[in-house]
């Protein structure tokens, strides 16, 4: 899969506007601009196997394309909802467990960077990776 790997956080956009339209204080979103997030991927068969490492936690996930789990993000917001493989996408679509909204998750290569897009009422953003 050519998401296997280990990805570095390079930059953002939109990342701030982003995270204010979920409801995140000043502080936390100041903090999260610079937390040398670290994503490791591996797929095997149906099954992917995530290690999120940033400054704040390390947090180690297994889901199975299309089974609903529950995560939680760095500042404790709860997620629910699923990711699937749609072409050479991955895509997840969340529902916020304390209010219902959508927040939903694009992961795609391009060249030679992941970009992972965000959209939640209304609002894009994008974190882009490197290979580590």
Known sequence: MAFDGTWKVDRSENYDKFMEKMGINVVKRKLAAHDNL????????????????????????????????????????????????????LVGKFKRVDNGNELNTVREIVGDEMVQSYTYQGVEAKRIFKRA
């Open 38 to 89: 670290k994503i490791t991927i591996t797929q095997t068969g149906d099954k992917i196997a995530v290690r999120e490492s940033s400054t704040f936690r390390t947090l180690d996930i297994e889901f199975e394309f299309g089974v609903d789990f529950f995560y939680s993000l760095a500042d404790g917001t709860q997620l629910n909802g699923n990711w699937n493989l749609e072409g050479n996408k």
